[in-house]
């Protein structure tokens, strides 16, 4: 499944209603995947949309420029409700997980925020090493190292 | 007969594949104005159409209150309110109503208003959330028990405006928004002072300012979160989060300018997360520890003194740190640091309005040990002197409610540390504790820190050209931080073995340690390197 979008070389981009159009459902499974929570994964993409918003026009690659947002605001909201989770226990709520229910997920869901984004982009959004090191803010050899890592711990899981 | 068991990158694309299949609700965007969300659970709010203006939290050790008070930017004004959990109400704009909500089996029902008018407050206290009118009537709205009764409240005016709902009823000692910026209007002695703010930045998502007020043995807090309204991106927008736990009186009105949380101890063992804030009104600053269950005493330093050595300015420095100087003298322009061992860095880092300044001091040396803080005016006269004592710096002072001593030390040479005790008359001994691997992130300035439950280290120490986790090389990478020349920020994972504890070294380029210490993680923390856009 290939999530990004490109944008190609001599085609007028499109404006902002469509590029949301086009790019919202698959932003919020982006989203969902990374939160590994159906509601969170709709407030990110909303959240990400927003942010897109304001600087769409001096944008090249809107598409790119989602992604980063997407994994950027996926990465806060872990760090919300963790913080929320201690601060403020009685506020903080379950959410609606994702499907689950066999090793693979629930190890997935357990991978550090960085190997599962990894995980997620290359095997759910299809992108390149540096596309993602892109995403992520990192260079390309840091994407590959947490990508074996995240294998080789999930592989240690299903062997089991 | 056998089957193949598919590879983990097939079985990852087809778990993927299931997970992300889910229906996606199709929300054209023109019913979302992005300018207008402000947090996620607004977010949430906003698409649903409910306008969204403010979110209201009160917490307290056993309660937990939501409420998100909503506004609209359509030719329709609307009221909704949402609670924190996502339940929509319909409310009529331009007048508070409160609903009570019950649990049942199937959800939150509720009923039809039970009254109106104007929440110009909120107490939170021994299990229950309290709105404080306009008309000086406290009503009870939430208690927490077996029955779980909720009630929420709106704040929408006729318009559908939050602020221009707000600012006629802003009086001295309340906060206000002025030309959609954070502003708060102070009252000291009957002499109202306008302040106003910004990247009063605590969590990431929000602007904020706080605010305090205090009685003699109680204080309350409210946090405001404040930000453009008037169409700017949306992390500016405004949200507002009113906490307090006592009962206070509103006339006598503190303004903090830093906020940490941090962990409080108390005498009989326990802790809890709380807030400390430090701050003042125009010539009284002080320093406050909110309490969640303990008392809590505004804490004053003669004016010209230094008020704090805030963790929240804390630089990680491999022999001694010096926070932030809060001088409140509004003579003091300038603050000379001398010490032994090289030469220090000084540099103003906010003028705020009213009679506030901080100065960041950084030793330019990382075998400078300060020893004297000299306050200097604007013709370089001395006008006050802080001594430091060798190693450790404390501060004492004294208020009507009791006393405080807060001690910043480097005991190890690398971690610095700072405890804050204080003492009030006829209450428990509180002290706080915090360190320089508490520091928030900050992707400008990058810190070494360790954040519980959230992003954490990054490493600024320039002398660090490599950092090991249980020894193994974690990789740096040069932060654009404006501030932070020669900074690193570690983007490595020191957790992949999924351990929970470990110990991180910093080597320079000679290969000496800088810093060796012990860090923690969770299960769902991961290392934070913020990049500069988006």
Not at chain 2, 208 to 216: A, C, D, G, V
Not at chain 2, 299 to 323: C, K, N, V
């Amino acid at each position: 499944m290939q999530i990004v979008t490109t944008e190609p070389a001599g085609e007028p981009l499109p404006d902002f209603d469509d590029f949301y159009r086009a790019e919202w459902p698959r932003a919020v499974r982006l989203g969902r995947l990374l939160t590994q929570d159906a509601a969170a994964g709709e407030d990110v993409a909303q959240e990400a949309f927003s942010r897109v918003y304001p600087r769409f026009d001096d944008l090249d690659a809107p598409g790119a420029y989602l992604h980063t947002t997407i994994v950027n605001t996926a990465r806060r909201w872990h760090r919300r409700r963790e913080g929320e989770r201690q601060r403020l226990p009685l506020l903080t709520t379950a959410g609606v997980t994702l499907p689950q229910g066999d090793d693979l997920s629930d190890a997935v869901a357990a991978l550090p925020y960085k190997q599962r984004v990894v995980v997620v982009l290359r095997y759910y959004a299809d992108l390149s090493e540096a596309e993602i090191a892109d995403a992520l803010g990192c260079r390309p050899g840091t994407v590959k190292s947490l990508a074996s890592r995240a294998l080789a711990q999930l592989e240690k899981v299903i062997e089991r | 007969m056998s089957t193949e068991t598919p590879d983990i990158e097939t079985q990852l694309r087809t778990l993927f594949d299931v997970q992300a299949s889910g229906p996606v609700e199709d929300i054209a965007f023109d019913d979302v104005n992005v300018a207008d969300v402000v947090s996620l659970d607004a977010a949430r709010a906003k698409r649903r159409r409910w306008p969204v203006a403010v979110t209201a939290i009160a917490t307290a050790a056993a309660v937990v209150a939501g409420v998100v008070v909503v506004r609209s930017n359509e030719s329709e004004p609307q009221g909704v309110v949402a609670t924190s959990w996502g339940y929509p109400i319909e409310a009529e704009p331009g007048v508070l109503q409160q609903y009570e909500l019950a649990a049942t089996p199937d959800g939150y029902t509720y009923n039809e208003p039970v009254t109106s008018g104007i929440c110009t407050s909120w107490t939170v206290a021994e299990g229950a959330v309290a709105c404080s009118q306009i008309s000086g009537q406290t009503t009870v709205m939430y208690t927490r028990g077996d029955d779980t009764a909720i009630s929420v409240t709106t704040l929408v005016d006729a318009d559908g405006r939050f602020d221009e709902l707000l600012a006629p009823l802003l009086e001295e000692g309340t906060p206000t928004l002025v030309n959609g910026k954070a502003a708060v209007i102070v009252t000291d002695e009957g002499a109202p002072e306008l302040l106003s703010f910004s990247n009063m930045d605590i969590q990431g998502d929000f602007k904020q300012l706080t605010l305090m007020w205090s009685e003699s043995e109680s204080v309350a807090i409210s946090v405001l979160y404040v930000g453009a309204a008037d169409g700017a991106p949306s992390e500016d927008q405004f949200v507002a989060l009113a906490e307090s736990v006592r009962p206070f009186d509103p006339t006598d009105v503190r303004l903090a300018l830093e906020l940490r949380q941090t962990t409080v101890s108390l005498d009989d063992g326990s802790s809890f997360i709380d807030i400390i804030g430090v701050g003042g009104s125009s010539d009284e600053p002080c320093i406050m520890v909110s309490t969640m269950g303990a008392p809590c005493t505004p804490l004053t330093a003669a004016a010209g003194e230094p008020y704090a050595l805030l963790a929240d300015e804390y630089r990680f420095l491999p022999s001694y740190g010096i926070a932030a100087v809060g001088a409140v003298d509004p003579s003091i322009a300038s603050v000379r640091v001398e010490g032994v061992g090289g030469e220090p860095v000084t540099t103003e880092t906010a003028a705020l309005p009213g009679q506030h300044r901080r100065f960041f001091v950084a030793p330019a040396s990382e075998t400078f040990l300060p020893q004297l803080l000299v306050f200097l005016d604007a013709d370089s006269n001395e006008v006050a002197r802080y001594t430091f004592p060798e190693n450790t710096a404390t501060a004492t002072g004294t208020s009507p409610q009791g006393s405080w001593a807060l001690t910043v030390d480097a005991p190890d040479g690398v971690e610095s540390r700072a405890v804050l005790e204080t003492n009030p008359i006829g209450g428990t001994t509180a002290t706080a504790e915090w360190s320089s691997i508490d520091n928030p992130i900050d992707d400008t300035e990058p810190l070494f820190l360790l954040e519980a439950g959230g992003p954490i280290l990054g490493v600024t120490i320039d002398r660090v050209t490599r950092v090991e986790y249980e020894g193994r090389s974690l990789e740096l990478e040069h932060s654009t931080g404006a501030a932070a020349t020669n900074a690193f920020v570690v983007t490595d994972d020191p957790d992949e073995d999924g351990g929970s504890s470990g110990r991180l070294t910093g080597y320079d380029a000679a290969g000496a340690v800088v810093f060796d210490v012990e860090v923690r993680f969770d299960s769902d923390q991961f290392l934070e390197y913020e990049p500069a856009t988006p």
